[in-house]
């Protein structure tokens, strides 16, 4: 009676849930790992809280939550989850995330297919429960039986499937550079575009278990520029930048600190891949820190100077160092779902500077309501090619399309 009653008043939470959802409870979801497991197994919950509020907000997750197993009809068990870290309450910028994980052990008594409820949290979650290491399921899992009254949520998937070789590869793939295509007039009508990419060599079971050497990636750069005057339209010169290098976005931070620190060092390679008198490359090491201020309103800056030491530089371009100096000085400021503006400033010997400055804005808060950016990119100075390092280029303003800022 006390179980069934406890039951009902579980239910009566979670409706009250739903009803307060959208001002309280709507920028939650928990998940559990693994999506399937054994009697007495230690499993993971994890919340990600989204702040879709107009300003910053201060999350604080509870250490404990309590779990109510579903075992029959008006029927469960009742389990603690644990924090896995105590922190001080988180600083959320607007549209920016946080992320919390609890413990708990599986019911030694629970069987099939379990739904468990999170108490004073509008979702329910799924967990296949299996009685030993060979009896894992094979087939399509009979439809849960939920509690009379019981309110419509959406639970998490219990499939139990090995990723494919293609999710494989589209989890660890992500944008690295700014990746665009634009278009001039000056001194008559060219394009210019950038494509950018690094990829994850190991990936973590979880933020939480991230360890030094999940943050090795390998990174593709390429820039061209493109003469559309001519009858044969051809590339003026393009750029291979593939890189190997150590990346972590928040190597610090604090939660009652409006920044944090991130770090990019690496090797990289730069080739226009051409032979004979057209031919350029070069190698270097860089070392890149990354000083990230997010404002109150969601806004966020970021310094991040790349500092250059070159290392076996063609004899076909034995001065390049001279045209583009050792450090290439950015700076980032970024609105949430807004604004994009990026300058980056370079210095050689005998006065020679180089300037480029991009501006971004969305294109799903434009009419068109498109995925990307309308781009528009200021430059000025040397390097705007690899094969023609050596000389200033005009002044240049372009106008186009970025799928990322």
């Given at each position: 009676m006390r179980l069934t009653l406890r039951f009902l008043c579980l239910q009566f939470i979670l409706l009250l849930g739903l009803c307060i959802h959208s001002t309280l409870y709507a920028a939650v979801n928990f998940s559990i790992e693994p999506a399937q497991?054994?009697?007495?197994?230690?499993?993971?919950?994890?919340?990600?809280?989204?702040?879709?509020?107009?300003?910053?907000?201060?999350?604080?997750?509870?250490?404990?939550?309590?779990?109510?197993?579903?075992?029959?009809?008006?029927?469960?068990?009742?389990?603690?989850?644990?924090?896995?870290?105590?922190?001080?309450?988180?600083?959320?910028?607007?549209?920016?995330?946080?992320?919390?994980?609890?413990?708990?052990?599986v019911p030694a008594d629970a069987s099939g297919i379990q739904t468990i409820a999170i108490e004073g949290i509008p979702q329910l979650i799924a967990l296949d429960i299996v009685p030993g290491p060979s009896q894992l399921a094979s087939s399509p899992p009979s439809e849960a039986v939920a509690p009379q009254d019981a309110p419509t949520v959406t639970a998490t998937s219990v499939a139990a499937t090995e990723p494919t070789a293609f999710e494989q590869v589209r989890n660890a793939l992500s944008v690295y550079e700014p990746m665009y295509f634009l278009y001039g007039t000056r001194p008559e009508q060219h394009a210019r575009f950038q494509l950018s990419f690094k990829y994850r060599l190991l990936s973590p079971s979880s933020l939480a278990n991230s360890r030094f050497y999940h943050h090795f990636y390998l990174g593709y750069t390429q820039r061209a520029l493109w003469d559309l005057s001519q009858d044969s339209i051809p590339f003026v010169d393009s750029t291979y930048n593939p890189s190997f290098f150590w990346y972590k976005e928040k190597l610090w931070e604090s939660a009652s600190q409006p920044f944090y620190l991130g770090l990019n060092a690496g090797v990289e390679h730069e080739s226009n891949g051409k032979s004979g008198a057209s031919s350029r490359s070069l190698n270097d090491f860089y070392l890149q820190p990354e000083l990230n201020y997010t404002f109150d309103n969601g806004s966020n800056l970021r310094f991040m100077p790349r500092i250059k030491h070159y290392v076996g530089v063609s004899s076909d371009n034995p001065d390049y160092k001279d045209y583009m100096g050792f450090?290439?000085?950015?700076?980032?400021?970024?609105?949430?779902?807004?604004?994009?503006?990026?300058?980056?400033?370079?210095?050689?010997?005998?006065?020679?500077?180089?300037?480029?400055?991009?501006?971004?804005?969305?294109?799903?808060?434009?009419?068109?309501?498109?995925?990307?950016?309308?781009?528009?990119?200021?430059?000025?100075?040397?390097?705007?090619?690899?094969?023609?390092?050596?000389?200033?280029?005009?002044?240049?303003?372009?106008?186009?399309?970025?799928?990322?800022?």
């Open positions: 497991a054994q009697p007495n197994d230690s499993i993971t919950l994890r919340a990600i809280y989204i702040n879709t509020k107009d300003e910053a907000t201060q999350w604080e997750p509870p250490t404990q939550l309590e779990l109510y197993w579903h075992t029959g009809p008006n029927t469960g068990l009742t389990t603690q989850a644990t924090i896995t870290q105590i922190e001080p309450p988180r600083l959320v910028p607007v549209n920016g995330f946080a992320i919390a994980e609890w413990h708990s052990t450090v290439n000085w950015r700076l980032r400021w970024q609105q949430a779902n807004g604004l994009s503006i990026m300058g980056s400033y370079q210095q050689g010997k005998q006065g020679r500077r180089t300037h480029q400055l991009d501006v971004a804005w969305p294109l799903k808060r434009t009419p068109l309501n498109l995925n990307g950016y309308l781009y528009a990119q200021y430059f000025n100075g040397y390097g705007e090619t690899l094969l023609h390092y050596s000389q200033r280029a005009q002044s240049q303003v372009r106008f186009g399309i970025a799928l990322t800022p």
